[in-house]
């Protein structure tokens, strides 16, 4: 007689009917998901090999990010900082691999829902990578269908080594009087292992190729083509830096921030591969003389050189997320005089070459105390790729959402009301002037400074009004006035310093910054939207 399954005998029907269900789940899931992993890797080794192919897996977040409500950039910002898109991209294929595996289990039982399944992502990728502007879109339902054909075939490959039919002829499996689920119970080892070998095999192949891709692709979007850009000395070049126009304090951000260590913030997952040679710049809208620029023509214009502190509105209190540079150009006043702007053209529209938008006022960038410029270069090196090569806008005293178009390909005149930027329908401002801000960077928020002398440092910035003076408060103490570097100009941050005499213990250190116009960094924290974080910067260290 059988054993009761109650009385601790695991050989009874309760603990077969868990292993065959778990059976029916765990291999047609993994058979799903190692699809799904082929189908993108395959993607990615055809856009990495055949230029104008689009990665399937940027395309679809490019469409996540077109959809977002309003919030989300600000949150993405706040988890991950500037890795926010390797977090799209990693939620994308964890998603994918998802539903894949459920798609694996329903075709395990149905194999037309799950080639519906696969077939409807495809049809997503599809329908997501037609709105590349850089894709070809021949190529870009092509790689959709290489895709969806490459998962199909591995998925219903698995499921046919998953299916228990698939051990029928392996030789006879022996019986007993307990019944079939014994039987069950003895499938041979070596066939689980069949396809255990498959999945590992098909896994390989996709880190491999994946990989590979990947690898290809980021070379398309590299900076091989800009290294090999010159551009042209400035008609007047800035003179150098003098001794008082830069502190020196160890842990203390440069006054001019490296190319490779400047801050990149944009709605681009992969970096536009943008050829100077067939690239240009057309001027249009509410101006009397339409224009076009090549890039040669464009770097035949007098250029010149500004110093430019630039900002994210994403940038919270303290944070990283802005920088100063040097910026060579062209003035956008010569080009928009050259163009004829029309009575009534109340805001620049810039354009991107993925159809990125911002929107400025043409009174800003008329104004006689600012410079805006169309820079093509960044610290005396041609723009870098991820910086926006061949052409960006630099708006001094302007969050970068609404005036630093990267891989700038149209400025259109027009009204304030025609055109929102890709920012405002999300929420944002339609007016971003950068709030008057101070950091502190030495010493680092919980750090353990020894007793005595310390200097605490850090930068202040109010682009394009200046800042005057930085102050420091230790323990909700009275404000002490730090030492600030002499301000290259007013569109500049500042570094600053004050030395402090530490005491044994627990304090709190919080700085304020007045900008040129005498207005005080306020103390009443906001988030950063709409219009950028407000709130002095507070930190916490302990002296012993």
């Known amino acids: 007689m059988m054993a009761d399954v109650s009385d601790g005998n695991t050989t009874g029907p309760a603990p077969v009917r868990l292993h065959r269900a778990l059976n029916g789940i765990w291999r047609p899931a993994v058979a799903g998901a190692l699809a799904a992993g082929v189908a993108m890797a395959a993607a990615e080794l055809v856009a990495g090999l055949i230029r104008g192919a689009p990665s399937l897996i940027t395309a679809i977040g490019s469409l996540v990010i077109s959809l977002q409500p309003p919030g989300a950039k600000d949150l993405m910002i706040r988890l991950f900082g500037t890795n926010d898109k390797v977090a799209l991209n990693v ?31 495809g049809l997503l990728a599809a329908t997501a990578a037609l709105r590349d502007p850089l894709a070809s879109q021949a190529l870009a339902v092509g790689n959709a269908g290489v895709a969806v054909a490459a998962g199909l075939v591995v998925l219903l490959g698995l499921l046919r080594l998953a299916s228990p039919a698939s051990t029928a002829g392996d030789g006879p499996v022996e019986s007993s009087a307990e019944g079939d689920w014994v039987a069950d119970l003895r499938t041979p080892e070596w066939t689980r292992r069949r396809f255990l070998i498959a999945s590992a095999g098909t896994l390989g192949g996709v880190i491999v190729a994946g990989g590979v891709g990947r690898t290809l692709l980021d070379e ?19 003179p150098a830096l003098a001794a008082d126009q830069a502190l020196t304090a160890p842990g203390l951000t440069p006054l001019v921030v490296p190319n490779a260590d400047f801050y990149k913030i944009d709605t681009a997952l992969l970096v536009p591969r943008v050829d100077p040679a067939t690239w240009k710049l057309d001027v249009t809208g509410m101006v009397a003389h339409p224009l076009t620029f090549t890039y040669d023509e464009l770097l035949a214009m007098p250029l010149y050189e500004q110093y430019v502190t630039i900002a994210c509105v994403s940038n919270l209190v303290g944070d990283h997320l802005v920088g100063n540079a040097l910026w060579t150009g062209v003035r956008l006043k ?41 820079a093509v270069g960044m610290n005396r090196e041609p723009l870098p790729a991820n910086h926006g090569f061949p052409a960006r806008l630099i708006v001094p005293g302007l969050y970068g959402y609404v005036s630093a178009t990267k891989w700038l390909a149209s400025i259109e005149l027009t009204t304030r009301e025609a055109v929102d930027g890709y920012w405002v329908p999300l929420g944002w401002a339609k007016d971003g002037p950068i709030l008057t801000q101070s950091r502190i960077d030495v010493p680092t928020s919980g750090a353990t400074v020894p007793p005595g002398a310390v200097e605490i440092g850090g930068v202040a910035w109010a682009p394009d009004r200046g800042i005057t003076r930085v102050e420091v408060r230790i323990d909700d103490g009275a404000w002490q006035a730090a030492r600030i570097s002499r301000p290259i100009s007013k569109a500049t941050w500042v570094q600053w310093a004050l030395a402090w005499t530490a005491t044994t213990g627990p304090h709190s250190l919080e700085a304020r910054a007045t900008d040129g116009t005498g207005d005080v960094q306020t103390d009443q924290r906001s988030d950063p939207a709409p219009d950028g974080a407000r709130g002095h910067h507070r930190i916490s260290v302990t002296v012993g």
């Open 220 to 238: 398309q979007h590299a900076d091989a083509i800009v290294s090999s850009t010159k551009i042209p000395a400035p008609l007047l070049a800035v």
């Open 334 to 374: 010569d080009v928009l005089e050259a163009a004829g702007v029309q009575p009534g053209a109340t805001q620049i529209v810039g354009r991107s070459v993925d159809d990125f938008s911002v929107g400025f006022p043409t009174a800003w960038a008329m104004a006689p105390e600012r410079e805006p410029m169309i």
């Open 91 to 121: 939620s994308v294929v964890v998603i994918a691999l998802v539903v894949a595996a459920a798609a694996g289990v329903l075709a395990a039982h149905r194999r037309w829902l799950g080639v519906a399944v696969f077939v409807a992502f």
